[in-house]
């Protein structure tokens, strides 16, 4: 009776009190926070650059100023004569190259105030190079004309070679040529004909001349060893 008695904790003290997040965050059925909004922005914003890269890797080389992707060269030889380089990827067929070839001859030969230009010789460039496979994904490889392969393969799996596409060609321009001869070509006309959405705007461009108008001709001839 005269003994001590046990105190009993408060049933509002001894409640379970819930555990807070480090992040503060209170998730609740059917809304998000702001950081997760932010997290699956930045997913999509990765998967979309992802799909992008894939797009571009398996396009073919469009026609634009040589670069990592390839794309044409050019250079005066002499007031008249010109060489021109076109270098296509695994997804360029070789009758693209040839045209992309003979349309920056025609430019070349429009821009310099010449009417037809004579290819005097064309050689082939074409790179040849090998994609290792390794259970079935491909590894990355790097590569440079000649032969020269850096990359690695296993032996689980398998290799096959990798075709890219080139040409250069030179030509020689003239301006009313007589008597014609049949090699010759025209060079407005081939331009007219074969791309009637370029030429104009090449035209534009000779009739009202700025900055960026005139030929991008490279001074410095490419690599005779490529």
Request: a positive charge; aromatic letters at 10%; charged letters at 20%.
């Amino acid at each position: 009776m005269g003994g001590s008695r046990t105190a009993r904790p408060c049933p509002e003290q001894s409640a379970v009190q819930p555990v807070r997040r480090k992040t503060g965050r209170v998730l609740q059925k059917g809304n998000h926070s702001q950081f997760d909004q932010k997290a699956n922005e930045g997913a999509c914003m990765r998967c979309l650059a992802v799909c992008v890269l894939g797009l571009l890797v398996g396009c073919a080389t469009p026609y634009h100023r040589g670069g990592l992707a390839g794309g044409y060269d050019d250079f005066q030889i002499a007031d008249n004569e010109f060489e021109i380089t076109f270098r296509g990827n695994r997804y360029t067929p070789e009758e693209t190259v040839k045209k992309y070839l003979l349309r920056r001859a025609a430019e070349l030969c429009f821009i310099n105030n010449f009417t037809h230009f004579l290819p005097c010789w064309e050689k082939d460039r074409t790179r040849i190079a090998t994609e290792y496979s390794s259970h079935g994904s491909t590894s990355s490889y790097v590569f440079r004309y000649p032969l020269s392969l850096y990359g690695f393969s296993s032996s689980q799996g398998y290799s096959r070679p990798v075709i890219c596409p080139a040409a250069s060609i030179r030509i020689r321009c003239v301006s009313d040529p007589t008597p014609k001869l049949s090699s010759l070509i025209d060079a407005r006309g081939f331009l007219e004909h074969n791309f009637p959405k370029e030429f104009p705007k090449l035209e534009a461009s000779q009739a009202a001349p700025g900055p960026g108008a005139t030929a991008s001709i490279s001074a410095n001839p490419p690599d005779r060893g490529q």
